[in-house]
């Protein structure tokens, strides 16, 4: 690998001068960066750090949403020795208060929006500061030579969603991750691309992508967070060629095809989706909005990297919602299941070697460098894998297995169907059964029996949903996925108050 530090991923005979970053903090006043700018700044932190007695392995926070510092203090850290904690800033406030606790933060950058987040007596650098203690006046562009990192040396600690419980954190090696890297960076990439991010930096699919756009000397658009309108303004505005982004995503963006009709977004050639289930009605959608662009499907946890499957070695090509061949079959395994489908299991220089403070929950993923994904994959004749759905999302309905995201995969190929999410509701005779929330398209709606029969008629009988709610657009949680608890709630309520649509 041609990098050591997992902050010091720029190629410095390249053109420095070349823009970097378009930083939309403020959209009517954009802020452009070019590599060198980025990477003195990201020197700058690292020689603050080190300047103040912050030593190897202290784990430095940052809690803001999306802009040019957050990525200089990201790299900056790294390249300091110290260990980058980016923080769920949509977490519940206690819940931010365990993190900085369980992983004993030592300073927090952070903007306005978020300095309150950090309880007192845990030293902040806010990038909103104008004072002589703010952001501005404190790091200044330095020369620094990147700190020189070991094999097992831990660059980030990224924590779970925590939706089955406290986050976990998940400490990360610098040579892992530059592993990971490496693979995503020996393809057909190059530094002319422009890619945009709106997903949350915190999360491995926003953070993850800017490293490898660095990687590649590219420049990226950042905004500060998704919002539909300004993604596809700043794409058609800046000629955006290429993006990663949570399905989710941009199940919005082709719901908008009046902002879509004014704004021509088909600059965007190369389209990475990732991070949560997508559905071959959304694979349709998007082509129909962008003909020529080249989409792929990710895979990664953030235990394991996003590192796992890749092209065909045959060069077959990858069929729609294929995740890819794996890059080395010998470090995959299908579980719990038959030979062609089960939970996937996995093992590669990105994966954990342990949850901080946590060895009962270690044990229960990590057997002999395997990490157990709980993610139920299929894989078909050519070798490919799809992801099925959650093992711990699946739940019986009169004996039959249901998986939600199958589930939805059919209910997205009615016509009136936009998307689709599905989930379990108590039922004393048949233990759970299905029941859907669903965005539609144009008028007219269908009725529930409208989607009953069709569920009916084009899958097994058993998964059809027994309730529907027809609704505008669907919960997310914190990093940019569906919220599947909240519709759970709002599924025993609706059924507490005979509240379905009929």
């Not at 924590?159 to 490496?182: D, E, F, N």
């Amino acid at each position: 690998m041609r990098w050591n530090n997992l902050g010091d991923l720029i190629d410095r005979s390249g053109d420095l001068d070349r823009e970097a970053v378009i930083d939309l903090i403020d959209p009517a006043h954009p802020r452009r960066y070019t590599h060198r700018q980025i990477d003195e700044m990201a020197n700058g932190v690292a020689k603050y750090l080190v300047d103040n007695g912050y030593k190897r392995g202290t784990h430095i926070a940052i809690l803001s949403l999306n802009r040019a510092e957050y990525i200089m203090c990201y790299f900056g850290i790294m390249r300091a020795g110290c260990i980058a904690v980016p923080v769920n800033i949509k977490a519940a406030r206690d819940t931010v208060d365990f993190v900085m606790d369980d992983a004993k933060i030592a300073l927090a950058f952070v903007d306005n929006a978020n300095r309150p987040m950090v309880r007192d007596g845990i030293p902040v650098i806010n990038f909103d500061d104008n004072g002589p203690s703010g952001f501005a006046a404190t790091i200044r562009p330095a020369i620094f030579n990147a700190v020189e990192t070991t094999q097992e040396e831990i660059g980030q600690m990224l924590y779970t969603s925590g939706s089955t419980g406290r986050p976990k954190g998940v400490p990360l090696s610098h040579y892992g991750q530059l592993w990971a890297i490496s693979t995503r960076t020996s393809g057909a990439l190059n530094q002319d691309d422009r890619y945009i991010i709106a997903q949350p930096l915190f999360h491995m699919n926003g953070l993850f992508a800017i490293k490898t756009i660095f990687a590649q000397n590219a420049s990226v658009v950042i905004l500060p967070s998704f919002e539909t309108r300004s993604y596809i303004e700043a794409i058609a505005k800046y000629k955006v060629t290429a993006a990663t982004a949570v399905p989710t995503m941009w199940a919005r963006v082709v719901k908008e095809t009046e902002l879509l009709a004014k704004n021509d977004i088909t600059s965007v050639r190369r389209l990475m989706l990732g991070s949560a289930p997508m559905t071959m009605g959304l694979w349709d959608r998007i082509k129909q909005a962008l003909p020529n662009v080249v989409m792929t499907m990710g895979y990664g946890t953030t235990e394991a990297g996003p590192a796992v499957f890749g092209p065909h070695p045959d060069k077959v090509p990858t069929p729609p919602l294929g995740l890819g061949y794996p890059i080395h079959l010998e470090d995959v395994r299908l579980v719990n299941g038959t030979e062609n489908e089960g939970v996937l299991l996995m093992r590669n220089p990105a994966v954990l070697d342990h949850y901080h403070n946590l060895p009962q929950q270690t044990a229960k993923v990590l057997t002999d460098g395997w990490y157990y994904s709980g993610d139920v994959m299929r894989r078909d004749a050519s070798g490919f894998y799809f992801f099925v759905g959650r093992a711990d999302d699946m739940f019986v309905c009169s004996g039959e297995n249901i998986y939600p995201g199958e589930v939805e995969k059919l209910l997205e190929r009615h016509p009136q169907v936009q998307q689709a999410a599905v989930v379990p509701l108590p039922d004393e005779e048949r233990s759970q059964v299905p029941v859907a929330f669903i965005v539609t398209r144009e008028q007219p709606t269908p009725s529930f029996d409208d989607i009953r029969q069709f569920a009916i008629a084009n899958g097994p009988a058993y998964q059809h949903p027994r309730r529907v709610e027809f609704v505008h657009e669907l919960p997310w949680a914190g990093t940019n996925k569906i919220d599947r608890k909240a519709l759970i709630d709002r599924a025993r309520s609706l059924e507490a108050s005979h509240g379905w649509s009929a």
